[in-house]
T-cell receptor, first 117, second 112 residues
């Protein structure tokens, strides 16, 4: 029972480089999310996808793009990485009642630690 | 603007005693509240939730209390165990809204 799988788990980039964080869930959830966690800041929503084919900005979307590739997969792309994007990134999925599911709880992946030099 | 606030960033408690974590929110549209627990180098895991139609929800050693008029909720852990040592996040959203807002978290240390 994999749940939410994120790759890579660790990445070091130089300023200006690009990269994509991959996320896949096997719970048939409609909604998927990308959060970042910084010391003293809690979890902040970057982008989310309420259902396949839709994406919306969260609290801190600048510098990121996302793709909901299919129901299982939701990727986060940094086109030109900046040191301010050094963070731990978490992908999550849920099946909230308002999309036909049972509960609004989010299931998180283990996180991807990104360092931008 | 922080819509979900967790003060007192850290808490130390003796094993067997009660741990109480507090959370305040500012958005009156919030009507669904969750607590998450996070160990280092792991993703947050869901602990317990409560909707605004209730003022208490209990699951084993964990109880969440909601005071809508004060826009305040609390998590009680009784009795506290060493495995409860973790960071606890309070989160909230409005019904039909996927934008779950998180607090900054509280570090709990349970002393054996």
């Amino acid at each position: 029972n994999a749940g939410v799988t994120q790759t890579p788990k660790f990445q070091v980039l130089k300023t200006g480089q690009s990269m994509t964080l991959q996320c896949a869930q096997d719970m048939n959830h409609n909604s998927m999310y990308w959060y970042r966690q910084d010391p003293g800041m809690g979890l902040r929503l970057i982008y989310y996808s309420a259902s396949e084919g839709t994406t919306d900005k969260g609290e801190v979307p600048n510098g990121y793009n996302v793709s909901r590739l299919n129901k299982r997969e939701f990727s986060l792309r940094l086109e030109s990485a900046a040191p301010s994007q050094t963070s731990v990134y978490f992908c999550a999925s849920s099946d909230p009642p308002w999309t036909g599911g049972n509960t609004g709880e989010l299931f998180f992946g283990e996180g991807s630690r990104l360092t931008v030099l | 603007d922080q819509q979900v606030k967790q003060n007192s960033p850290s808490l130390s408690v003796q094993e067997g005693r009660i741990s109480i974590l507090n959370c305040d929110y500012t958005n009156s549209m919030f009507d669904y509240f969750l607590w998450y627990k996070k160990y280092p180098a792991e993703g947050p895991t869901f602990l317990i939730s409560i909707s605004s139609i209730k003022d208490k929800n209990e699951d084993g050693r964990f109880t969440v209390f909601l005071n809508k008029s004060a826009k305040h909720l609390s998590l009680h852990i009784v009795p506290s165990q060493p495995g409860d040592s973790a960071v606890y996040f309070c989160a909230a959203s409005g019904w039909g809204n996927n934008r779950l807002a998180f607090g900054k978290g509280n570090q709990v240390v349970v002393i054996p």
